[in-house]
């Protein structure tokens, strides 16, 4: 193959040598490149098939065509336009999700209110003085992996990028953003990490039944609902079976199977879990929303639609974007990668690019020929073919021989029909594999490199998960992002994650091929034009496959059906290549079908049919199929229907979720049987069908091997065998009886459940034809009857007869299919008609003449049969015929008005005789045809001979009343007209011609009578005379031309000599012409002079002036025109060499001297004389002498630089020079002030220049020059002339130049870098062959070599064997001195290592140190470090002391600059800055107690950092010291500062051990009394401050100590506190213990958890006695009541619910117990409606208390009164609950109700709230009426209005 020989970088790629690859800086191997022969060239499919076990690892790979393939470009450039999308290309990476902020706020406050305790408060979160938006900050972080990792990778500014993109970054930015997420989101990402982990911890235990049922009864009792308020909560309520559907699922349409139905939190919009995309298997926790919901419009990304362009201005707009980013300058390919790299990951700011992609070439055009297109001229017709036909055209490679996209016949863009790509720099496709998994072909035609990337299709499922690991916020909202194509991710994120990535640069003529399922993606590097297609070989088949369910998985709709594929080719031809593949993907398709078909026949769907029949079924797409509802895929095998929804269909796996009907009412629908189905695989080996059989039979499952298919019955379990067997056994019977359309149809009704099964169905499918064909047989039979019936009794003409081949085919059958009676009835009527066909017959096929009469009597009885006759028709037609042949002729023979032409009567002719009928008319016919023949032959005869007028004329009045049109009678008459019009014409004409002015349309006139005439047939008489006048007339026209324009003199005479012979020359005109002649006679003999003579210009003037004057064109003019302007163009290129004296030097550009030669020959060729041509050969005579005098000097400069000797007589050379340089000069003067451009001056300028180059570098030898001036001469010297460079001279000072530069290179020793010191000496013996000498040079060398030995030496002496003897100033002196004095040698590495060993030690101890101890020397912070860890120490010590010293814990300074706080706990003294606070926050009226005091008191631990309770702070890490003194054991001498470090690390190693023994104690602590450990951790924790020297494992270990003391304190306070906790405060709080480990055994634990139980206990009593009715005595209620009070706990709901409850009502004295209530419109007072007795509803009511109270009679009783007091005392009847009177605001409804029309009247509780409650009256009941209302209790009353 032609990839046997790969080149050198290529070869090394294959072996994944990375440091070939091209990538550059993103070090990704480079894919293969294959050469291809012009053999392997000639099959692409057939070359792909050789390569893909190798290029299909890379899922990439290049070809490179052979060198004889160049297809011409077919588009027009100049015409061509395209529609562009624009890109931002910094978005496809580092971009948020598009989340809607509208939604996160929901969310978000819903957050706050269920679990944060919180109410959503609309409160303004600013960051940099702009509304901070929290959905894009949280989106961010989660972006780079959480709020942890942020922190712990430090890349907040990376967050900060995409907050505020256009922002600067800053170090108080990033902290601020830090501090915004820590307060407002870090809670919300923690709750939702637990959700996830949940959902994903329920979605792996999976489908255990128990949960299953949990949650099927879950379903089936509700489903979700939500409010469309933002902060409303989650509602459930029951769904009733008979209510109508009040949702449906936005993607199947369905409101059907609510059970499983999601409604989105916001929109209230619902989504079946298995119609989203992907399906959800379970109710994901927390609430859910839409995708609609999550993302946002407006922040949606996508490539948005551009206008369209032409391709010169998308060249403009490209050619802009580059000289944008890198100018004119040429960029690598490195770069070129790594800026586009920076500008996708936002780095790099924003871009925006143009891309013309995706365009359909079937409308804007293919790159390459095709048939159908025009041919450019450019293209030679045989090339152009060539290419057209080419199987690398990507226009033909789907269709190829071998593809299996042969079989489709559906013009797909991109998959059949390629696509165009036109690019401009930076212009991107982003990471996708093809449509369906497809191969894919890339050609670039022209332009500007395409860069590739590949993941293998092996590692498709690494990549994915890299993505969504990388961009979680975007696969979040975009669960399908990558079908998308808008994202890319670094190929360096790829190789980091362990996913291999490939790079492939495409240049212009290069092909690119893509694997199935191979991730790829790139960019481009400039203007470019690419194309496109997919194409599928035989291998692409299983991945199809995969294509086909990744798109069910999905929802996505597909580009084709991969079954329908299959099928078509496995119907077609295919080769043996095509067998294994095709055959393994038929067998997954053939079990996966059986499997569901078998599932659905369980299940209980037994009808089925087939689907309608293709017209074409061997081409794919031509038809389209159903689509399911839910996963959007074609329905080609089979789908499932329902007659409740007769336009939607679903594939077999989704069956269920069609509708909600009964199995037995759904119907499968298939294409193909199993056995079909099993037939195409059979097919697939075609070289050995019966082994393959055998083979294939062994793969598939068969229906006849156990486990048979079967289900269960009552009363047992049967097989669908045995089922087919007693249905075939059944109805068998079934031919023997007569014919029943029912029982053939149940019968055929009941075979549909065994239809679609493979070949054990045979004999059932043969039965079901045979019923089939005999239902279909007594249909017709029995239709046919019925038409011959009605057809008998109507007449009319909607009946339709019946065709007597149908009924001669039904009853030619024999036996007949079924036994069906009516068949002998019918039989009689086809008798009949059977004879009158033979009647029929024999008349049409009779050859003599018929009677008319016959033949209307032979067509009445065709009319009257029952049974439509074949011959029917033509027996009338031919009726018909002979009728209208008569008529036609009678209307011929009479017509008067309008000539008959003479072909229709022989057409009548022709037509009697096919007739074969006796007509009268036939003879009126024939003698009006003898006349016709009479006249043709008269007419003819004379049309044969000569005509004239009086001939014709005779003729035609003969036959002018004949009423037959015939053609040569009326040609004759056309002759005669035309001859007459053409006299009367040319006798107009003739009429006093010679007087008329305008001879010029005389002559036309007269042309065109002539013309006329000789196209007459007939002779006239007056031509002649027409023929001379025409004569005269042109002579005249030739003589008025020559007047008006200029003529020869042979013209002229001619023209004279033609009028003389026409005896017209005496007309004026031509006497005027005469004259003139005469004129141009003499003009010319003086013409002739002047040029013989060579006389002035002035006469030669003189001669034009007259000669233009006349109409003659004089033989020599144009001879005296030439010389004149020959010489005035010779004086205009001669002027400025003449006119150079008065003009200024170097106001114009120089002069020519070649010109100057050119002029002064050609003025000797002139043919007059002038007296300029004598000046100018003066002046050429001056520019010789002077070019003469520069060869001299140029000569004597070449002598000079070819000089050998220099060595002695170097002072004698530089004043030659000099002397030399001024001659130069002097002669370039004078060449210049000639104004010519002398070819010399350059060359002397070059000499002149190579002289001072020369000058200046001898004068170095007198003085050692500095290194820039040397590098200034050679940088000169590289720029001489390539003449004098090689001159001897010039080479010996070169290498003299080149000698004393690297000599100072040696010398100077740079930090940049320094040379050895066998450089020093090689210079010394190259000195040897210099031609110049240079004593100076020589001496520095030598003392340079002199120093560096002595600080070897020096250095030798400082390393003794004992490394305590060395000194630290000792080593700074002898880098300082080597670093001036010494060359580059070990010894200089060595002292430089040490030096940078020991500062960077240094270093890093005060990085360790500086966060304790700032702005201060190494050494004394390390002795301040010392002092603290001995306080700590010391503190730890004496836990229980009292401290008697005035200095301050934390930094022992006394109080003289600082104010000191004294603890009045503890005793301990404070600095106020030590602390943390101002000096304000101090108040000497209060008592100052310490942060670690006040943490044992109140539990209560400050978040804000500026607490010393703040562990860590000081941040001073012991393993870090620990290192630090491991590492100083490398360094070669011993400094004080690690004596000191070393005495820092063994004593805080004490103290560490000191406070895990106090740490200890504290978690191991359980008892009741904190005061037992309160001094113990104060001391810890001020020791563990003071120092900081603390490790993580210790430090988290307090960090627990702190939080459960914390715990413990706050325990503490709740159970001693004056304030009750409540139940949930409790709860909470327990919560919290058991998250920081609180053990079981502790005391507050268990006391918390008593209380708790004992509250809980009280508040389910107390909600049960609420709603008990008054079931509980009102002493009871009361008990309990109190017992609440007196709890531990607040429980002042319930107590609230108890209160309400021992509020009594209405005469019966009962709580409230939802039964219908009444108000009293006086007191407010509520009475049951059973109580007082009342039936009717009256619009006003008044209690008999109140009635009593006014002392009125009932009947005249009014609604209002006043306050009445009895004994002083006021008893107020009981009100109810104040939510009634809010529910009386809120809605002013009647207060009372009807519920039944039987007159019972009852209370709903649902509208108890909607009562009508009055606000209670100004006056006051008086307390005894209430103890005499039980004997009022008969009174009541009412008023009615």
């Not at 520019?1183 to 002695?1208: F, K, M, P, R």
Request: with cysteine; glycine share 4%.
């Amino acid at each position: 193959m032609g990839r046997g020989r790969p080149r050198a970088v290529e070869k090394g790629v294959l072996g994944q040598n990375i440091s070939a690859s091209p990538s550059g800086l993103l070090n990704i191997p480079s894919g293969p490149v294959y050469y291809p022969t012009e053999d392997e060239f000639k099959d692409p499919l057939e070359f792909i098939y050789k390569i893909r076990p190798e290029a299909e690892k890379y899922g990439i790979c290049k070809i490179i065509p052979p060198k004889s393939w160049k297809p011409p470009f077919a588009l027009d450039l100049n015409t061509f336009t395209f529609p562009t999308k624009t890109q931002a290309i910094h978005q496809l990476q580092a971009r948020c999700a598009s989340c809607d902020p509208k939604t996160f706020e929901l969310e978000y406050n819903r957050f706050l209110e269920e679990h944060c305790g919180k109410k959503a408060a609309k409160k303004r979160v600013v960051f940099e003085g702009e509304d901070l938006d929290l959905c894009k900050l949280y989106n961010s972080v989660k972006r780079f992996g959480g709020y942890d990792k942020v922190v712990k990778e430090k890349k907040w500014g990376e967050v900060f990028r995409f907050v505020r993109p256009a922002g600067k970054i800053s170090e108080c930015a990033k902290h601020v953003l830090f501090q915004l997420y820590l307060e407002h989101l870090y809670d919300y990402e923690e709750y939702y990490n637990k959700l996830n982990k949940l959902g994903n911890r329920s979605f792996r235990r999976g489908n255990q039944s128990e949960r299953k049922r949990e949650s099927d009864s879950q379903f089936s009792s509700s489903k979700k609902r939500r409010k469309n308020n933002e902060c409303d909560r989650t509602e459930t309520c029951k769904v009733k079976e008979e209510e109508p559907h009040d949702q449906i699922c936005e993607q199947c349409k369905s409101g059907l199977h609510g059970e499983v139905m999601l409604l989105c939190d916001r929109c209230n919009k619902g989504w079946h879990m298995y119609c989203l995309s992907p399906p959800l298997k379970q109710i994901p926790p927390g609430n859910w929303y839409c995708l609609q919901c999550l993302n946002s419009e407006k922040d949606s990304f996508g490539f948005v639609t551009g206008r369209e362009l032409s391709l010169d201005s998308f060249r403009r707009i490209a050619d802009r974007a580059k000289k944008k980013w890198f100018g004119s300058t040429s960029i690598s390919q490195v770069q070129l990668e790594k800026k586009f790299w920076e500008i996708v990951e936002g780095s790099a700011g924003e871009v925006e690019v143009k891309y013309g992609s995706d365009l359909d070439t079937s409308i804007y055009g293919s790159g390459f020929p095709r048939v159908t297109d025009e041919k450019p001229s450019s293209v030679e017709p045989g090339t152009w073919d060539e290419y057209c036909a080419s199987p690398w055209n990507l226009n033909n490679l789907p269709k190829l021989p071998g593809s299996m996209l042969r079989a489709v016949h559906h013009s797909i863009a991109g998959v059949m029909v390629p696509w165009l790509y036109i690019g401009m720099l930076f212009s991107s496709f982003c990471w996708h594999f093809e449509d369906h998994c497809f191969y894919s072909m890339n050609y670039h035609h022209w332009g500007e490199p395409k860069c590739w990337y590949s993941v293998p299709g092996s590692e498709a499922q690494a990549f994915e998960k890299v993505m969504r690991d990388s961009l979680p916020d975007l696969f979040d909202a975009q669960p399908d992002l990558l079908f998308q194509l808008v994202t890319m991710l670094n190929p360096r994120v790829l190789q980091e994650n362990g996913v291999p990535v490939y790079n492939v640069l495409q240049e212009p003529g290069d092909f690119i091929i893509t694997f199935p399922r191979s991730y790829h993606g790139g960019f481009n590097c400039g203007l470019n034009c690419a194309e496109a297609v997919n194409f599928a070989p035989a291998d692409w088949l299983p991945h199809g496959g995969f294509g086909a369910e990744l798109y069910q998985l999905y929802r996505k709709a597909a580009v084709l059906s991969h079954e329908e594929l299959l099928c078509a080719v496995a119907r077609s031809e295919f080769d043996s290549k095509a067998a294994p593949y095709l055959k393994t993907e038929l067998v997954r398709v053939y079990s996966r079908e059986k499997s569901w078909r078998e599932r659905l026949w369980k299940n209980g769907i037994v009808n089925s049919s087939l689907m309608p029949p293709r017209m074409k079924p061997e081409y794919v797409g031509t038809e389209e199929d159903p689509i399911c509802i839910i996963c959007q895929q074609y329905l080609y095998l089979s789908a499932v229907a329902c007659s409740c929804a007769p336009s939607s269909f679903v594939c077999l796996e989704h069956w269920e979720h069609l509708c909600e009907c009964k199995p037995q009412k759904r119907r499968l629908l298939f294409r193909h049987t199993l056995a079909e189905l099993n037939d195409m695989v059979l097919i697939t080996d075609k070289s050995n069908h019966e082994e393959a059989a055998k083979n294939v039979r062994r793969q598939l499952p068969s229906s006849n091997d156990p486990p048979a298919l079967s289900k269960k019955i009552k009363g047992g379990c049967i097989t669908h065998m045995q089922l087919a067997e007693e249905w075939r056994i059944k109805f068998s019977k079934l031919f023997q009886n007569p014919y029943s359309s029912d029982a053939y149809r149940r019968a055929i009704k009941e075979a549909e459940q065994f239809m679609w099964a493979g070949h054990e169905m045979d004999p059932v499918r043969d039965l079901v034809k045979k019923l089939t064909d005999a239902q279909d047989w007594a249909h017709n039979v029995r239709d046919s009857l019925s038409k011959v019936k009605s057809w008998m009794s109507d007449h009319s003409s909607d009946v339709v007869k019946v065709q007597m081949e149908v009924v001669d085919n039904l009853l030619s059958l024999n036996p007949i299919p079924c036994n069906e009676p009516e068949h002998l009835e019918l039989k009689d009527f086809q008798k009949e008609a059977s004879q009158l066909t033979l009647e029929i017959d024999s008349v049409l096929s009779s050859c003599s003449n018929i009677l008319v009469s016959d033949l209307e009597t032979l067509c009445s009885k065709t009319v009257d049969c029952p049974i439509h006759i074949k011959g029917s028709e033509e027996l009338l037609h031919k009726l018909s015929s002979a009728k209208a042949w008569a008529k036609r002729v009678r209307k011929c023979v009479s017509e008067t008005s309008a000539r008959v032409e003479a072909d229709i009567l022989y057409e009548l002719e022709k037509e009697n005789l096919s007739l074969q009928v006796q007509l009268p008319e036939h003879e009126m016919l024939l003698d009006l045809i003898s006349q016709v023949e009479c006249c043709q032959s008269q007419c003819c005869e004379m049309l044969k001979g000569s005509l004239s007028v009086k001939e014709l004329e005779l003729l035609l009045n003969k036959w002018d009343g004949f009423m037959v049109n015939i053609p040569e009678l009326e040609l004759l008459r056309k002759y005669h007209k035309d001859a007459v019009s053409w006299i009367a014409r040319a006798g107009d004409i003739l009429l006093r011609i010679s007087e008329r002015e305008d001879q010029e349309a005389v002559a036309l006139e007269l042309t065109c009578i002539q013309k006329d005439a000789s196209l007459l047939r007939v002779k006239v008489e007056e031509l002649p005379c027409v023929d001379i006048e025409l004569k005269k007339a042109r002579c005249r026209v030739k003589a008025l031309k020559a007047r008006r324009c200029k003529m020869s003199m042979d013209y002229i005479e001619q023209l004279l000599m033609e009028a003389s012979i026409l005896q017209i020359e005496k007309e004026k005109l031509f006497a005027d012409v005469s004259e003139v002649k005469a004129i141009a006679v003499s003009l010319e003999e003086r013409a002739r002079r002047v040029l013989k003579n060579k006389e002035e210009i002035s006469e030669f003037e003189d001669v034009v002036r007259a000669s233009e004057e006349i109409f003659v064109i004089l033989p020599s003019i144009d001879e005296v025109k030439d010389a004149v302007s020959m010489a005035k163009s010779w004086l205009s290129r001669s002027q400025p060499f003449l006119s150079r004296d008065s003009m200024a030097l170097g106001s114009s550009p120089p002069l020519e001297v070649v010109t100057l030669k050119e002029l002064v020959s050609e003025s000797k060729l002139l043919k007059l004389s002038l007296r300029e041509q004598l000046m100018m050969q003066t002046l050429l005579d001056t520019c010789t002498g002077w070019e003469q005098d520069a060869c001299s000097v140029l000569h004597d400069t070449e002598w000079l630089l070819n000089v050998e000797n220099i060595d002695d007589e170097i002072l004698s050379i530089l004043g030659k020079i000099e002397k030399q340089i001024q001659a130069i000069d002097s002669v370039v003067e004078a060449g210049q002030g000639l104004g010519f451009k002398f070819d010399m001056v350059p060359k002397l300028q070059d000499a002149c220049s190579t002289l001072r180059w020369c000058f200046r570098a001898l004068s170095f030898a007198t003085a050692i020059p500095t290194l820039e001036e040397v590098e200034t001469n050679l940088e000169i010297a590289s720029h001489l002339p390539i003449m004098y460079a090689t001159c001897s001279l010039c080479i010996s000072l070169i290498d003299w130049v080149n000698w004393l530069h690297r000599a100072l290179e040696v010398s100077i020793h740079s930090t940049l870098g320094r040379s050895n010191i066998s450089d020093a000496e090689e210079i010394l013996r190259q000195y040897q062959n210099i031609r110049v000498s240079s004593p100076a040079m020589i001496s520095r060398l030598q003392k340079a070599i002199e120093k560096h030995n002595s600080w070897l030496d020096q250095v030798h002496l400082f390393f003794p064997p004992d490394f305590r003897d060395r000194s630290w100033d000792l080593l700074l002196q002898l880098k300082e001195k080597g670093n001036n004095d010494a060359f580059s040698c070990s010894e200089l590495d060595m002292v430089f290592s040490e030096v940078h060993k020991i500062e960077e030690w240094k270093r890093q101890c005060e990085e360790v140190l500086h966060p304790s101890v700032r702005d201060a020397h190494l050494l004394t912070a390390l002795l301040q470090t010392e002092n603290a860890v001995e306080r700590s120490i010391s503190i730890c010590e004496t836990s229980n002391r009292t401290n008697s010293s005035a200095l301050c814990i934390c930094c022992s300074l006394d109080g003289v600059d600082q104010k000191l706080l004294t603890c009045s706990t503890c005793n301990d003294c404070f600095h106020l800055q030590c602390i943390g606070c101002s000096p304000g926050d101090a108040n000497d009226s209060k008592e100052f107690i310490c942060p670690y005091c006040h943490f044992m008191n109140s539990g209560k631990i400050s978040r804000n950092g500026s607490d010393p309770l703040n562990i860590g702070r000081k941040s001073l890490k012991l393993h870090k010291l620990v290192e630090l003194l491991s590492d100083a054991e490398d360094l070669c001498l011993w400094i004080q500062e690690r004596t000191v470090l070393h005495q820092i690390v063994q004593k805080a190693l004490n103290i560490k051990a000191r406070i895990e023994e106090i740490v200890k104690f504290v978690l191991t602590y359980p008892d009741k009394d904190l005061s037992v450990i309160a001094k113990k951790f104060c001391a810890a924790l001020k020791a563990v401050h003071i120092v900081g020297a603390y490790d993580c494992e210790a430090n988290s270990k307090l960090e627990l100590a702190l939080a459960r003391t914390s715990w413990k304190i706050r325990a503490q306070r709740l159970l001693d506190g004056s304030h009750k906790p409540s139940i949930q405060v409790l709860q909470r709080h327990l919560k919290e213990g058991l998250a920081v480990g609180i053990p079981s055994e502790d005391y507050f634990r268990q006391r918390l958890t008593e209380v708790k139980n004992i509250g809980l206990q009280w508040a389910d009593m107390a909600k049960k006695v609420s709603t008990d009715g008054g079931a509980l005595g009102l002493d009871k209620v009361f008990e309990l009541i109190t017992e609440g009070e007196n709890l531990p706990v607040s429980c002042e709901k319930e107590l609230k619910l108890l209160r309400d409850r021992s509020m009594l009502y209405c005469i019966c004295r009962r709580p409230y117990d939802k039964r219908a209530m009444i108000a009293c419109d006086k007191c407010d007072e509520w009475y049951h409606f059973d109580c007082i007795k009342l039936s009717s509803l009256p619009k006003i009511y008044i209690c008999p208390a109140c009635c009593c109270m006014e002392g009125e009679d009932f009947a005249s009783m009014s609604t209002s009164g006043e306050e009445k007091v009895v004994g002083g005392k006021h008893e107020v009847p009981q009100t109810p609950s104040p939510r009634h009177r809010e529910s009386k605001r809120k809605s002013r409804k009647p207060k009372w109700e009807i519920v039944d029309a039987a007159g019972d009247v009852s209370r709903s509780t649902s509208n108890i709230e909607h009562l009508f409650w009055k606000n209670r009256k100004p006056y006051r009941r008086v307390a005894h009426r209430r103890q005499h209302f039980q004997s009022l209790s008969p009174f009541i009353f009412m008023q009615n209005s």
